[in-house]
């Protein structure tokens, strides 16, 4: 950020749907079982929606929690992150605001899939250093649920649903919660790697019906597997020198919840100890955009993120894209 103007995290919520399953439940499912999906993924349960909920449902939820907790004034702009709009058109984001009362606030998704989050966040950040907005409600929300092949075990093991939210306010580079540094990148040449084939003009241009697989999302898991430790352990290195931190300095590594094996192989990338990289995708699976806020509100709750600690956000998603932020964590108030 070139201004001294700066976007200080304000406010925290989240939100999961009721419905919890298990790996023994999609066991009944898929040839699967539990023992596979927790040494391959570290995953236990995850949450999915139940039938007629939507992404903007869960976005709503979280995002009145970050209000709750940031408190004062209404932000003056929403930017949601979501791989699972409610619709392919209009974006989510509006009838969001709608709902959470704001009025008539500039509104609309950022589609940047598990890296959705940080590109809403620094999207947001830019919004405040550029003057155009003094709050801004930042929300990750997934009903990823909705778009996995039932005949597809490998993918239908390893996403789950939530949503997750945060408020930013205007404030100096210097304070405790100050996104200090974004590093962002895309690669389109692995633009196949993790997709939804149809539904877009891509496919509809054809004037053909879609096949019924191209409707669901596909992901060929190794590839994406290494590209997502290489790409984070190097966006987090990125980052880290551009707010002159040293590993050893980091109290906390929030990284996209992908699967608990590449949490731990960029921990190790980076020379940082496993341990103080942080954990949820046990509970709640890939939640794609909504991961990050997911992340930080279980360790917020539970006490691993405290006022003071250096801390890492690293994300990675289809595109390819990916990106990190660093930041000092401030005092939240959490709802
Ligand atoms: N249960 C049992 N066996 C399974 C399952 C399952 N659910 N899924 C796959 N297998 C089998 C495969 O068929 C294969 O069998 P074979 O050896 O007889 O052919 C075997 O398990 C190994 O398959 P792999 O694909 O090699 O398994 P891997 O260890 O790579 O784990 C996984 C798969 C979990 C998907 C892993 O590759 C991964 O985590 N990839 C990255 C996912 C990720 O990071 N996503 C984030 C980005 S996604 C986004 O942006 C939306």
New binding site residues.
Partial sequence: MTTDRAAVLAGLGAWVPPRTVTNDD?SQQ????DE??RS??GIATRHFVDPGMATSDLAVEAGARALKSAGGPAPDALVLAT?TPDRPCPGTAPDVAERLGLGHIPAFDVSA???GFLYALATAAGLIAAGLAERVLVIGAES?STILNPED???????GDGAGAVVLRAGRPEEPGALKAFDLGSDGTGVDL?TVRAGGSQQRSTGLPAALEDTF?S?Q??Q??MQ?VLRMSASSRTVLDQVGWSVEELDALVG?Q??L??LHAVADKLKFPREKAVVNVDKVA?T?GASIPLALADAAADGTLRPGQKVLLTA????L?WGSVALEWPELDLA
Wanted: proline letters at 0%.
């Fill in positions: 999609l898929f040839d699967t079982s596979w999906i391959r993924t791989t899939v598990c890296t990823f075990r490998t993918t239908s093991v390893i996403f993790i999302f992901m898991g190794q994406v597997f997502a996209h992908a699967n094996r590449i890939n794609a990675f998603g289809g595109g894209t």
